[in-house]
């Protein structure tokens, strides 16, 4: 069992940018050679902008290469609640913005040539209870009113037709959801950055952000130091100490996945007939989808810890049992991968998008960042380049983590809180 996301595994790296000369001069600097940092240095770039993107480990090492490679639908507060938080207009309008992002991808794929298996095939959610059915009705109701969108409600006795398991109650499909598997996605946007002049530095950890007198930065790397305009951070669940205002609103939580070896034909049909991007609601939730070589890759907050080996390992166990459970005919798959990774929440489950003494951000994707890191990091680019941009989240208030300066020693809280709720929801 490899200790490494298959993603990455089962990618070809675009390139060896370990030592890569680091710039003494550039318009802009990134922090992350993630989605967020890759897909806004390819658009600075197309606009002619000098582009460095800095990271201390390697092209899509953090969240981009070690999440569900899932693109889909819907806000992670859920539609009926971001109504109430913030309006019907402004609610449904930040549900559609998760469409365009997936659409951003689909453009990007198309635009430059990434043989990444992108597949629209939909986003299958997961219902624990009949109470859990009535609520996608609700939604299902919500939407075609207000937005004229169209969503489909499984009932139990056709959820076969969806997945093959007895354990759901039902389910609703959004046809729009899509799979892309993020390691070849990742390579494709450092290959077609690199293609329009970026440059990418591996190995560079970036110690400080120091603010010069007249404007602009010294951003200081553990391989030298550049001159820059201007500055975006896109660190997502790995920010840390660099930009402890950020730190602070930043929650770091483990989500760990194991993939099975390769599945007969016959058996991955019978478990995602339809191949959906599926996930259950609970808060402690699973999610899995197959891979394009017909593995099961099985997700979940299996554990409320920072990844490493030995908690990768025993969130590994917890999972196969978890698959097994849903699946009982998988209980004597071969486990070939696990890995675990860390998702970037925030204490309103809301993206925050914008800039602060000078450096510009975008994080707090809360388990949602393959599609809106991806168009996210398109909108900063134009944003700092003084360009018609979107940012939904501009405005948003970005509340503190009561007590959070530095490790994250409240995840057990968390913990026991989301077992709470999933207990009585």
């Known amino acids: 069992?490899?200790?490494?996301?298959?993603?990455?595994?089962?990618?070809?790296?675009?390139?060896?940018?370990?030592?890569?000369?680091?710039?003494?001069?550039?318009?802009?600097?990134?922090?992350?050679?993630?989605?967020?940092?890759?897909?806004?240095?390819?658009?600075?770039?197309?606009?002619?902008?000098?582009?460095?993107?800095?990271?201390?480990?390697?092209?899509?090492?953090?969240?981009?290469?070690?999440?569900?490679?899932?693109?889909?639908?819907?806000?992670?507060?859920?539609?009926?609640?971001?109504?109430?938080?913030?309006?019907?207009?402004?609610?449904?309008?930040?549900?559609?913005?998760?469409?365009?992002?997936?659409?951003?991808?689909?453009?990007?794929?198309?635009?430059?040539?990434?043989?990444?298996?992108?597949?629209?095939?939909?986003?299958?959610?997961?219902?624990?209870?009949?109470?859990?059915?009535?609520?996608?009705?609700?939604?299902?109701?919500?939407?075609?009113?207000?937005?004229?969108?169209?969503?489909?409600?499984?009932?139990?006795?056709?959820?076969?037709?969806?997945?093959?398991?007895?354990?759901?109650?039902?389910?609703?499909?959004?046809?729009?959801?899509?799979?892309?598997?993020?390691?070849?996605?990742?390579?494709?946007?450092?290959?077609?950055?690199?293609?329009?002049?970026?440059?990418?530095?591996?190995?560079?950890?970036?110690?400080?952000?120091?603010?010069?007198?007249?404007?602009?930065?010294?951003?200081?790397?553990?391989?030298?130091?550049?001159?820059?305009?201007?500055?975006?951070?896109?660190?997502?669940?790995?920010?840390?100490?660099?930009?402890?205002?950020?730190?602070?609103?930043?929650?770091?939580v483990g989500s760990f996945i194991i993939v099975t070896e390769p599945l007969p034909l016959e058996t991955a049909q019978r478990i995602l007939p339809r191949n959906r991007q599926a996930a259950d609601n609970k808060m402690l939730t699973y999610y899995f989808r197959l891979t394009p070589d017909n593995r099961l890759l099985f997700g979940g907050r299996a554990r409320f810890a920072l990844s490493s080996p030995d908690s990768d390992l025993k969130s590994a166990e917890i999972l196969k049992r978890a698959m097994s459970t849903l699946f009982p005919y998988l209980s004597s798959a071969r486990v070939d991968y696990t890995w675990g990774g860390l998702v970037d929440l925030t204490m309103d489950q809301m993206v925050h998008a914008g800039e602060r003494n000078g450096v510009h951000y975008s994080l707090g994707y809360s388990g949602h960042g393959v599609q809106m890191a991806t168009y996210m990091g398109k909108q900063m680019a134009l944003s700092m380049l003084g360009k018609p941009s979107r940012n939904l989240w501009e405005h948003l208030p970005y509340p503190a983590v009561p007590g959070h300066f530095g490790p994250p020693w409240f995840l057990p809280i968390i913990g026991g809180y989301a077992k709470v709720v999933d207990r009585f929801s």
């Not at 595994?9 to 318009?27: H, L």
């Not at 939604?139 to 969503?151: G, I, M, N, R």
């Not at 076969?160 to 598997?181: K, N, Q, R």
């Not at 007198?213 to 010294?218: D, E, F, N, S, T």
């Open 1 to 252: 069992m490899k200790l490494t996301p298959y993603w990455l595994d089962t990618a070809t790296p675009s390139g060896d940018y370990r030592r890569t000369p680091v710039p003494e001069r550039a318009d802009i600097a990134i922090v992350g050679a993630g989605f967020t940092g890759l897909s806004a240095a390819l658009e600075a770039a197309q606009h002619g902008a000098s582009v460095v993107v800095l990271d201390s480990h390697t092209v899509g090492w953090g969240a981009s290469g070690r999440n569900g490679g899932m693109a889909t639908t819907g806000l992670a507060i859920g539609l009926g609640k971001a109504i109430k938080r913030y309006g019907q207009a402004r609610g449904l309008e930040m549900f559609s913005e998760y469409n365009q992002a997936i659409d951003t991808i689909e453009e990007l794929v198309k635009e430059h040539s990434i043989d990444c298996d992108f597949q629209r095939s939909g986003k299958l959610t997961l219902a624990m209870n009949a109470k859990q059915v009535g609520q996608m009705r609700q939604t299902q109701e919500t939407l075609a009113k207000l937005a004229d969108y169209s969503v489909t409600v499984v009932d139990k006795p056709d959820l076969h037709s969806e997945i093959g398991t007895d354990f759901y109650a039902g389910g609703m499909v959004d046809p729009l959801g899509a799979g892309v598997h993020v390691g070849k996605f990742v390579h494709g946007l450092a290959e077609a950055g690199t293609r329009a002049g970026v440059t990418i530095c591996e190995d560079a950890q970036v110690t400080e952000l120091a603010a010069r007198p007249g404007g602009g930065h010294a951003v200081r790397t553990t391989r030298g130091v550049i001159d820059v305009d201007r500055v975006l951070v896109a660190t997502s669940g790995y920010t840390g100490s660099l930009t402890p205002w950020l730190q602070r609103r930043t929650i770091p």
